[in-house]
């Protein structure tokens, strides 16, 4: 199977799109567009990845450059792969969120993971090295729709020999609060500011779950767009985006395919901490720059992360260094990521560029 056959299946809307002067374009060598970030680049999507749906015109003054160039600078971005705004799934208090192991027979990992990227139940799928051979996140409504998804779908796939599913109890943090490093602490301060804030409101409703479903495909979607589509006023789609930004339940993330940054390497950790620890521990992972995901589970390896590292020996550093600061923290395994298939419902091609994208689905019985 070749690299674009992957998502021949899946793919809804192409991202592929042309070179221009933002992201310089020569061919690498497998004759395929080289696309490289210069710092202004950088500096949008690092904005971006603090306040998703910030304006152009917002964007543009406090980067220094016009809110036209930031505009088409984002345009050849997201045109190309290079980078793109997405949304995680709706965060109800129900919500159930396993992380899979998932084993396959000899030289079938491609195929089960392609299999499973079509699911807008898999929001992320890996092919790793160690003892697994896929690492799948998968998120669901509820307990009882994670269960028949593990067992009805996931375990009837005939590529997959095994799978060992590790139930989320929390998450001390996930790659939406992860930054490239591009802003001074001044302009990130600036940033924040303009990213929305309100008041909480209630439970999710159904015009927030079809919300978010359209924002999954393009997380900065005009809102008369969205209004259009949801056959809405836009001050509606106005209030409903700022009551579930304000109440948690809307995770916005800008992404950059992690071929063009310094950090190449990706690395799941799998730990064990003592339970009167786990706080501790999830904090303090949290509070790691490298650190994309710290996630609690229930099990004998208790604790999960994922780092994105410069290379493979910073993962040896990064464990040296938290065994330093918690003594009590032990490392059971660690797998690098040989191939990314699919990021929170985009996906990607081999150097981590977005290709298509699998809408989340709206309705809680997906």
Known sequence: MNDDSLHDSV????????????????RDAHGRDAVVLDEDDLRLV???????????????RLLGMAPSTAARRWARLEESGAAWV??????????????????CRAGSALAAATTLAADS????????????????????????????YLLERVGRIPDVESVRSHVVARVYTDASRWRLRSLSKRQEEAVGAVAASGTRHGPASPLDRRLVELL??????????????LDVSESTVRRRLQALSAAGSL???CEVARDLTEWRVLEWFFLRVPPDRMDEAGQVLAGIPELRTALSIAGPTNLIAAAWLRTVTDGQRLEARL?????WLEFVDRSVVLRPVKLVGRLLD???FAVGTVPLVADRQA
């Open 323 to 327: 065994r330093q600061q918690m003594p």
């Open 46 to 60: 690092h904005a971006l990845q603090i306040a998703p749906r910030a304006s152009w015109a917002e964007l543009g």
């Open 11 to 26: 793919t809804a809307g192409a991202l592929r799109g042309g070179p221009g002067a933002a992201t310089r374009s020569a």
């Open 216 to 229: 999954s495909t393009d997380g900065r979607r005009p809102v008369a767009d969205l209004a259009e589509q």
């Open 86 to 103: 997405s949304c995680q799934p709706i965060d109800d208090p129900g919500s159930s969120i396993a992380v899979l192991e998932v084993s």
């Open 251 to 253: 995770r916005l993330r």
């Open 121 to 148: 139940a898999a929001m992320t799928i890996d092919i790793t090295s160690g003892s697994r051979d896929l690492l799948v996140t998968v998120t669901r409504p509820d307990q009882l729709t994670l269960s028949d």
């Open 350 to 352: 081999p150097r981590g």
